[in-house]
């Protein structure tokens, strides 16, 4: 057998295990780690509770002290913690975000239970910032993890063929169709899905701008580096970024390191930052908002500097100058 076709069999191979291996890795080891709850009430009480959960998975919680039932929910409604236990003159109870992603709040809920079992007080579960009645699970974000991807590799390919030397039109053309596509879902997830009942604005430009990210580098890589420089910015959105997102389950959900990556790129941040959006008001997405922009600004950055060093971008740039001057 050819043995150029004896080694591509074994790259490719390679490459298909690693590819297995960067979403199969991230899954075997989900779950509940180090999962921030907030605690309120007596001291003893409260002790008590954090000692009963210390009895779950090891690291699965990590504890916050507040001051009143009232100072965990702000807690949750600001994205610091996502639950917490509060002790009151009533009995306790278990605070859970079904917004902030199923597993974790069915996790707790799970964990409300077993502390009713365990004892003669029943603890109670109340939803500080529920999905909605529509869409329960939050499916609709949880399903935008590979459109958004997709929905930043393909307009490189598109405008990358269309307008060849015209880097910057490459640029404006992907976010025009990013803003158009944003749009699109955001009606989709409000009205089609129920996913969201408000911040329809924000959201469709939050998924644009995750979108732009993606586009923009993989469209300055190609400028700059060609075919290599674009496979190997795919390689890093689809096969590194998508499996690391947390889109489905937020990053709290993914283990320890494999989260602190994913949130740092395109696909981990628009997770993040449409979550904040849609259920939070925007609080928690700070960070993921500007992880994004500085992706954008890399991307923006790249494509002027490959539209300078081509010769049909200096024509270009040649000819708007000679036009102005005139």
Known sequence: MNRKIVGAMIGLAGVLTLV????????????????????????????????????QPEDAFDFHRYDSA???RNGIEEREIVGGIAVETTGPTMFVTSAGGAQVAQTLRGVATAMSAASSTPVAVEDVVPTTTDDPQGAGIAGLALPLVLGGIIPAVVFGRLLPGKFLRQGGAAVGMAVLTGFALGLILRFGVGTIDSNVIAVSLGIALGMSAISLTLLGLAGNFGMIGFGAGAVIMMIVGNPLS???????????????????????????????LAFFGGHGGGSAFIVLLVWSVAGTGLLALAQKRSPAGAAETSGVRTAADA
């Open 20 to 55: 297995s291996l960067a979403f199969v890795l991230p899954m075997k080891h989900s779950g509940a780690h180090d999962l921030p709850i907030g605690v309120a009430g007596p001291a003893a009480a409260t002790a008590h509770i954090e000692t009963q959960l210390r009895a």
């Open 70 to 72: 009232d100072d965990v």
């Open 246 to 276: 947390g889109i489905a389950t937020t990053a709290y959900w993914l283990p320890s390191g494999w989260a602190e990556l994913g949130q740092l790129l395109p696909p981990g941040a628009s997770g993040t930052l449409l979550r904040s």
